[in-house]
């Protein structure tokens, strides 16, 4: 910024520069600009609309060796979303882990993380987890055909 003083020469020159500085280094209102660098709020603020840059739409997927069961995962803000359901296929022994599908990379969550399942006719115990690897793995305390169905929610790895 310019200094303006009375009788400076070149006067309306330094007053339209520093109009043009401030313009360049304001905030609009409205509008798209990049806004750099870390800012810290010191006052509640709020935020009408968020959108992260690694947002998602919904994908779905077929569980592996599932006659029917579909996976549906997506991401906003940070957090993935995943529900499952369907027919997880025929269990010939009860509680042991079996891979269902693979989340990718930017999906999978920090830690191994669990969720109940409901099964058909809800006394049917189920369990469904991701593991850091991004593997789908569903477990079903009882042998037989596994009807089931699960949500979850968890932070995206970094």
Known sequence: MKKIYQGMPNGAEAIESNFTELDTSAVRNSGEEIISGEKTFADPTNFSKITSSDDA???TFNAIGAPTAKVSYMKKNGVVYVTGSGNWGNWGTANVNVKKGTFPTGFRPPVDWHAGMSGQGGKLFM?????????LMVNSAETGEKYGSFSMSYPAEN
Request: cysteine-free; overall charge neutral.
């Open 57 to 59: 739409k919904i994908s």
């Open 127 to 135: 369990t469904a987890y991701i593991t850091t690897g991004g593997d």
